[in-house]
């Protein structure tokens, strides 16, 4: 995933339900569970409607009424996420409020200008969700010195913004970066696209190759160096024949077209799968990246959970798909006459081996669900609200998918 994800969006000002829908946003980012609360309030909306300090808003409804009557207007509401993962979170010491409080202040005149809003006729509003694995920041910003603007919104202009709070925010690990690569960068206003761009990608890379780790052990056994617990490797191997036996005779192997039984026994061995400390880590991995891409795209709090019981479920069968690889490996090498000691050998073998690719697909997986979200996310994964805003895309294009 990069660094620093930006997102930014908009509804369409000439439609009926857009002062409706704005009104709900502000209420989900200032009220949905593991948002930061403000002080001695049951929200955590804060932001500037004048000059001067930020406030700390005493009641997320005043704020959200003005979105509404600004709506009214025709002024167009843009929405927009800034997003790290936990650990950059930390490293940034945005751990608290106050903090993202400071951040945004330095840094949404970025997203102002980038968008042709001059700061005295910018307002603003936000909100941090407090994530584990991604804590980010919801901001919701208007101009108020037009009533109409055309909405349209070019893609390089998200992309601009991305650059150069990643510009901003990490220029001092840039340049470091860059005396390591013996690039030129003397000073700050030296940092290039060019520069942004190689220090994402070393933080991708950095980012794999941490994610290797979780299933280095993994790795070791299947090249033999180390084995994994023999027991849980003979236990796996002895589900996986056992699954063999219930398997048809005949016929393609896959999950829709099995017995009632071989389907009961490959979904125990799903659950079994899912109990090893390594597995379940890079499970969970991708289910908190699939929903961490869908929250940035939709608000409804009730659709949310549903989704992420949806992408429990994809994960499960994508495990399910990988244990029934395993068992079309162990009819091959029937097929091909090996004797019983030689398939007795290979047992640990297959089922390490199964382990691994498993790992290694829902990390993939994930992965590609933080780098191209706007693959991952299809027609028919978006809430009711979601799908007519893809639909109208190419009419509106107002916001980066």
């Known amino acids: 995933m990069s660094v620093l994800i930006y997102k930014q969006r908009h509804r369409h000002p000439n439609r009926k ?129 037009v009533k109409v603007r055309n909405p349209f919104t070019p893609p390089q202009i998200p992309n601009a913004i991305r650059r150069q709070l990643i510009r901003d925010t990490f220029a001092a690990q840039i340049l470091a970066f860059a005396r390591q690569k013996s690039m030129a960068a003397k000073e700050l206003r030296q940092i290039t696209d060019t520069m942004v761009e190689q220090f994402e990608e070393e933080m991708r890379i950095r980012k794999l190759n941490g994610l290797k780790k979780v299933w280095k052990y993994a790795e070791r056994a299947v090249h033999g160096d180390e084995m994994p617990d023999r027991r849980l490797l003979m236990e796996l191997a002895d589900r996986l024949f056992v699954l063999r036996a219930s398997m048809p005779r005949q016929g393609r192997i896959a999950y829709q077209l099995l017995p009632a039984e071989a389907k009961l026994k490959t979904d125990e061995l799903v659950c079994f799968l899912k109990k090893i400390p390594e597995l379940r880590s890079v499970y969970q991995a991708y289910v908190e990246a699939r929903c961490h891409m869908t929250e940035l795209y939709a608000s409804d ?83 009711k609200e979601a799908k007519k805003e893809l639909i109208l895309k190419k009419q509106d294009k107002g916001y980066e998918y």
């Open 17 to 145: 339900d857009t002062p409706k829908a704005n009104y709900a946003h502000v209420r989900y980012i200032a009220t949905r569970p593991g948002v930061i609360k403000n002080a001695e309030c049951e929200h955590g909306l804060f932001g500037k409607l004048q000059p001067g300090d930020i406030t700390e808003f005493a009641d997320w409804r005043e704020v959200a009424k003005l979105v509404y009557t600004n709506s009214q207007k025709r002024i167009v509401m843009y929405r927009s996420v800034i997003s790290f993962s936990g650990e950059t979170a930390k490293e940034l010491r945005l751990t608290e409020q106050k903090s993202w409080q400071r951040y945004i202040e330095n840094h949404i005149m970025t997203i102002a200008e980038k968008n042709g809003i001059r700061r005295e006729t910018l307002q603003w509003a936000a909100a941090v969700h407090g994530e584990r694995a991604h804590p980010h920041m919801h901001v919701i910003f208007w101009d108020t010195s």
């Open 301 to 383: 709090e009730t659709w949310l959970t549903e989704q992420r019981k949806a992408f429990e479920k994809e994960a499960d069968k994508m495990l399910a798909n990988r244990i029934l690889s395993g068992v079309r490996t162990i009819i091959r090498l029937e097929k091909e006459m090996h004797r019983e000691d030689y398939l007795s050998r290979k047992r640990e073998y297959i089922a390490s081996r199964m382990i691994l690719e498993a790992m290694d697909m829902l990390a993939q997986a994930a992965w590609n669900q933080e780098e191209m979200p706007d693959r991952q996310m299809t027609i028919g994964e978006l809430s």
